[in-house]
């Protein structure tokens, strides 16, 4: 069966420093990948997501970026945080044929001070 | 992207009862994606839909693809108290994404 893990699952970071935040995939082969934001008390906002390796659609203009460097391997990175960067990221995938059929991962809660 | 419009946007609960809730949508949907968030986790699918008047189980929770292809619904039968959350309406926004309304929460009365 396929499963999703994401790390680290709490960050507190300083205004400024970089990020990293890692998602992978297993069980499935050439998944769709995505990463979400959500707010306290909101909705989700999809930031990016990939149909392969390399392969990155932006969603929102921001500071952050995303990499795909491996097929199951999906990156969000910043080289600054900002304070409004502060929320629950969630990554999820599709399967190849099943694009809207997406499954999430556990999250990771970014606190930035 | 297309607007998704949950309703109610909270819910009190108690334990035995139905509860319903929906969604509608500012366009027409080819599928329906309906999913539950426990507090500090990440959503879980519980339902997709993919043809209008559609009627869909899984377990105690029934969802249902509007004929208008612009609305669907999620009810919940029997209600125990791990069935409080927030759910999640979702429907494709361009390929391979999603929209996702705002969600409902569902508490318990006390």
């Known amino acids: 069966s396929q499963t999703i893990h994401q790390w680290p699952a709490t960050l507190v970071q300083p205004v400024g420093s970089p990020l990293s935040l890692e998602c992978t995939v297993e069980g499935t082969s050439n998944p769709n990948l995505y990463w979400y934001r959500q707010a306290a008390g909101r909705g989700l906002q999809l930031l990016f997501y990939s149909v392969g390796i390399g392969q990155i659609s932006s969603e929102v203009p921001q500071n952050l970026s995303a990499s795909r460097p491996q097929d199951r391997q999906f990156i969000l990175s910043s080289k600054k945080l900002l304070l409004s960067d502060s929320g629950f990221y969630l990554c999820?995938?599709?399967?190849?044929?099943?694009?809207?059929?997406?499954?999430f991962g556990p999250g990771t809660r970014l606190t930035v001070t | 992207g297309q607007q998704l419009n949950q309703s109610p946007q909270s819910m009190f609960i108690q334990e035995g009862e139905d509860v319903s809730m929906n969604c509608t949508s500012s366009?027409?949907?080819?599928?329906w994606l309906w999913y539950k968030q426990d507090p500090g986790e990440g959503p879980v699918l519980l339902i997709a839909l993919y043809k209008a008047g559609e009627l869909t189980s899984n377990g105690r929770l029934t969802a249902q693809f509007g004929i208008t292809r612009k609305d669907s619904f999620l009810n919940i039968s029997a209600s125990i108290p791990s069935d409080v959350g927030i759910y999640f309406c979702a429907g494709p926004s361009g390929d391979y994404k999603l929209s996702f309304g705002a969600g409902t929460t569902v508490t318990v009365r006390a």
């Open positions: 366009s027409i949907f080819n599928t």
């Open positions: 999820a995938w599709s399967a190849w044929g099943l694009p809207y059929e997406q499954y």
